[in-house]
C-alpha cells in the first residue's frame, strides 16, 4: 500500500453540494427550479444590528411597570378613516390559492386576536377570511383576480402591489395542481392550468398613471380607505418617492427575504436586495419630502422576533409585516410532520415546494385531506401568541432603550456588528463612531 | 333628467351624487356636462342608472361599473369600463389603451377605434369595437368576446386564456398560443347577438374566430421557445 501522504478530499466552495444538486437537477429536467419562500442565502440582516441600552447618558424605563406604547395609525395622509392597530406587526398579503382556507381563516384570527390586520392576496377576498379578520387589507394586484367593487368597499385598506421582494419585476404564478374549482371559480380561469399573473398592472404605466388609479380607487370607495402601496427591494429610494408622488397613504418595502408562493429560485436569490439595505434610503427619501411619519412606511422581509421589529422601527419604519413566520406560527415546516417532509424528499425547516400543494402541514395547499389538518381556530391562537411575544419583545428592548413608545426608537441606539450593516443602516460599527460612506471615509 | 355640471362640482361632486343613489331610485337619468377629459368620471357606479357624458373624457370613466348604462358622447382615455362588471358603457368615439381590461362582464362598445392591449386580461366583459384595436389586445383574455368590426394589430390574444375573438378586417399578427378557429354556429349565433347589442350593421359571416391553443395551459419547456 503507498504510504505518501495524500490530502484530504476536498469540495469546492464555489461548485459547493448545493450547486451540484442544481445542476444535475437542471441537466435533468431542462426546466428553472421553482419553489416558495423567499432569499435562503446569507445576507446582511437586522442580527448584524444590536441596542445599545441605556446607563448614565440615557435613563431606561422601568420593565412591566411604566408604560411602552406599541400602537400604529396607518393612512393618516388622505384616508377619511385610517386604521389603528395595536400592534406595530402586520400579516403580510397571501392569497387564498397559494393558502388553504383555513390557513386565512386562522391568519385573521390570529390577527385580530392580537389587535392588527391581515391583509388578501392574488386570489380576492373569501368570506371566511373576511369574517374573521376586523382589519383587512384588500390587495389590488396586476392580475386582478376576483377583484370587484363591493368586495373593495368591504376592506379596511387597499393594497396596490407594485412588487414583492422575492420577486421584484416578477409576476405571480400558481401552478395547476392546486388550482382547485374554487380557486377556479374565483379566477374565472379553468380548473388544473397554471395561473400566471402579470408583472405589470393592465390599466397604468408609471407613476403618472399610478396616481389617477389611485385617485379612482379612491372615488369607488368615496376617499374613506387608506391606500398603499407594495414595492419590493428594487431602488428603495426612488420607488419610495415615487409611491409618495402618486399619493400613496402608506408604502409597504419588502426586502428579498420576504417570501412567495411561488417562483423561480433564480429569481429569488438574485434579484432585489435585502430587507436590511432598503430601509434607510427609503426613510431618507420620505424625509427629504417631508413625508416621513406622514406616508407611513411598513417593512418586511425576514422580520421572525422582536428585535428585528425594534431594530426596523429603529430605522425609521412605521410597522412591519410577517409573512413566512406567520405560517411557521400557524405551524408550517413543523418537525412533527417529519416522516411526510421526507418522503416529499425534504425536511422540517427546508420544505418549500408550496407550489406543488403537497404541504404535509396542511397550509400551503388545496388538498382537502392534507387542508383539514390545520384547525383555523388553535392555528389562530398560535398566530397570536406569537404576535404578543414579538411584540414583548419590541417593548423590552424600547424600555431598556427608554422609550416610552416603540417608535421613539432611533438609529442613535444601535450600532453594527459589521462593516456592511453599519453601512446599510447607518449606523457606527460597534465600539467605533464610524458609520462607512460618512464622515469622508 | 337630472343634471351634473363638472365644472361646478368636479369628479368628486359627481361620484358621491351617483354613488349615493340607491338601487331602486326614481332618478335614473342622468347626464354629465363639461367633463373635460377628466378622469375617474363615473366610475364605481352600482345602480341601474342611464347616465349620459356629452363630452370626452379621462382615464378609468365607468370603471367597475356594475348595473348602469353610461354613454360617452365624445372620446375616452386609458382604462374605459376597467374591470366592469355589468351594465354598458358605450363610447360614441374612439377609446384609448386598456379599454375593458379586466372587466367581468357587461357590453362595453367603442363605436371608433381603441388603442393597444383592449381586452387585456378581460374575465367575461364583452367588448364590441366599430373601428380598429391596437397592439396587444386581450393579452391573457380569460373570459368574454372581443369583436373588432376593423383591424387588429400585433400579438392579438397573446398568452390569451378561454376569451373568444372575432375580428373582421385584417389581424397583424397572433401572439403566442393564439390560433385561428373554426367558427361554428354558436359562435356565429353569440357574433350576431353581439352585433346587435351594438347596433352594427356588419355580418357575422364577415368575421373570423381566434382563441387559444391551449398549448401553454401547463408550462412544457417545449414551449419556452413561445414566451
Redesign the interface.
Known amino acids: 500500500m503507498d504510504k505518501t501522504p495524500r490530502t484530504l478530499p476536498r469540495k469546492s466552495a464555489t461548485f459547493d453540494d448545493y450547486t451540484l444538486s442544481e445542476i444535475r437537477r437542471a441537466a435533468s ?3 428553472y427550479d421553482i419553489r416558495g419562500a423567499g432569499a435562503k442565502r446569507r445576507l446582511p440582516h437586522f442580527d448584524d444590528l444590536l441596542f445599545l441600552g441605556a446607563s448614565i447618558s440615557r435613563y431606561p424605563l422601568e420593565g412591566y411597570r411604566e408604560k411602552c406604547g406599541t400602537n400604529v395609525v396607518l393612512g393618516t395622509r388622505f384616508a377619511k378613516t385610517p386604521i389603528e392597530l395595536k400592534i406595530p406587526i402586520t400579516i403580510a398579503g397571501m392569497s387564498f390559492g397559494s393558502l388553504s382556507a383555513q390557513a386565512k381563516e386562522a391568519l385573521g384570527r390570529g390577527a385580530t386576536i392580537a389587535g392588527t390586520s391581515t391583509t388578501t392576496g392574488d386570489g380576492g377576498m373569501t368570506p371566511e377570511e373576511r369574517g374573521q379578520s376586523k382589519t383587512l387589507v384588500y390587495q389590488y394586484l396586476p ?2 383576480y376576483g ?4 368586495d ?1 368597499r368591504k376592506a379596511d385598506a387597499i393594497e396596490v402591489v407594485v412588487g414583492q421582494g422575492a420577486k421584484p419585476g416578477g409576476g405571480g404564478m400558481l ?2 395542481q392546486k388550482i382547485s374549482d374554487r380557486v377556479a371559480a374565483m ?4 380548473k ?3 395561473q ?1 399573473s ?1 408583472c405589470r398592472h ?3 404605466t408609471g407613476p403618472d ?1 399610478l396616481e ?2 389611485i ?2 380607487l379612491r ?5 374613506e380607505k387608506p391606500i398603499y402601496i407594495k414595492i419590493g427591494g428594487a431602488r428603495p429610494y426612488y420607488d419610495v418617492a415615487l409611491a409618495v408622488k402618486a399619493g400613496a397613504d402608506v408604502v409597504v418595502l419588502d426586502g428579498m427575504q420576504g417570501g412567495t408562493a411561488a417562483t423561480q429560485e433564480v429569481f429569488i436569490e438574485h434579484v432585489g436586495q435585502p430587507t436590511l439595505a432598503c430601509i434607510r434610503p427609503a426613510v431618507r427619501a420620505l424625509q427629504e419630502l417631508g413625508m416621513h411619519r406622514k406616508v407611513q412606511l411598513i417593512v418586511s422581509g425576514g422580520i421572525r422576533n422582536g428585535a428585528d421589529v425594534a431594530k426596523a422601527l429603529a430605522l425609521g419604519v412605521d410597522a412591519v409585516s410577517i409573512g413566512t413566520a406567520a405560517l411557521v406560527a400557524l405551524g408550517d415546516n413543523d418537525p412533527r410532520w417529519e416522516s411526510e417532509y421526507e418522503a416529499l424528499g425534504t425536511t422540517a425547516g427546508a420544505y418549500d415546494d408550496w407550489h406543488e400543494g403537497r404541504d404535509p402541514a396542511g397550509i400551503t395547499t388545496q388538498d382537502p385531506e392534507l387542508a383539514k389538518r390545520l384547525d383555523p381556530v388553535l392555528a389562530g391562537r398560535r398566530l397570536s401568541n406569537y404576535l404578543k411575544v414579538m411584540t414583548l419583545e419590541a417593548q423590552t428592548i424600547a424600555r431598556a432603550n427608554g422609550k416610552s413608545h416603540v417608535h421613539n426608537l432611533e438609529p442613535e441606539d444601535l450600532c453594527a456588528l459589521t462593516v456592511e450593516a453599519a453601512a446599510m443602516a447607518q449606523v457606527p460599527l460597534a465600539g467605533t463612531d464610524w458609520i462607512p460612506g460618512r464622515g469622508g471615509y | 333628467m337630472n343634471e351634473l355640471d363638472l365644472k361646478t362640482v368636479g ?2 361632486g359627481i ?2 351624487q351617483l ?1 349615493g343613489l340607491a338601487q331602486d331610485t326614481n332618478e335614473k337619468h342622468w347626464v354629465i356636462r363639461n367633463p373635460m377629459g377628466q ?2 368620471i363615473a ?2 357606479v ?1 345602480a341601474p342608472l342611464q347616465i349620459e357624458i356629452h363630452g370626452h373624457v ?3 370613466c365607468g ?2 361599473n ?1 348595473d348602469a348604462e353610461l354613454t360617452v358622447h365624445g372620446h375616452a382615455g ?2 374605459t369600463a ?2 366592469m ?1 355589468s351594465g354598458v358603457v358605450w363610447v360614441k368615439g374612439n377609446s384609448s ?2 379599454a375593458g ?2 372587466g ?1 362582464g357587461g357590453l362595453l362598445v367603442i363605436d371608433g377605434d381603441a388603442s393597444s ?1 383592449c381586452g ?2 378581460m ?2 366583459i364583452d367588448i364590441v369595437v366599430g373601428g380598429s384595436v391596437g397592439h396587444m389586445s386581450a ?2 383574455g ?2 368574454g368576446n372581443l369583436v373588432v368590426c376593423g383591424d387588429a394589430g400585433d400579438a392579438l390574444g397573446d ?1 390569451i ?2 376569451a373568444r375573438l372575432y375580428v373582421k378586417g385584417k389581424v397583424a399578427s397572433l401572439g403566442a398560443d393564439c390560433i385561428e378557429k373554426e367558427m361554428r354556429i354558436e359562435h356565429l349565433a353569440d357574433l350576431e347577438r353581439l352585433l346587435k347589442a351594438a347596433k352594427r350593421r356588419e355580418k357575422p359571416s364577415e368575421f373570423r374566430r381566434y382563441g387559444s391553443a391551449r398549448k401553454l ?3 412544457s ?1 417545449d414551449h419556452a421557445d413561445a414566451y
Open positions: 429536467t431542462g426546466i392580475s386582478r377583484m370587484n367593487p363591493d373593495l401552478l395547476g379566477r374565472c380561469l379553468p388544473g392550468i397554471d400566471r402579470a393592465p390599466d397604468w398613471d389617477i388609479k385617485n379612482e372615488e369607488i370607495t368615496n376617499w | 369628479v368628486r361620484n358621491s354613488h378622469h375617474n366610475c364605481g352600482s379621462g382615464f378609468y370603471g367597475m356594475k386609458v382604462g376597467e374591470n362588471m389603451e386598456s381590461a379586466t367581468n392591449r387585456i386580461s374575465k367575461g393579452f391573457m380569460q373570459r398568452s386564456y378561454e395551459y401547463n408550462f419547456v
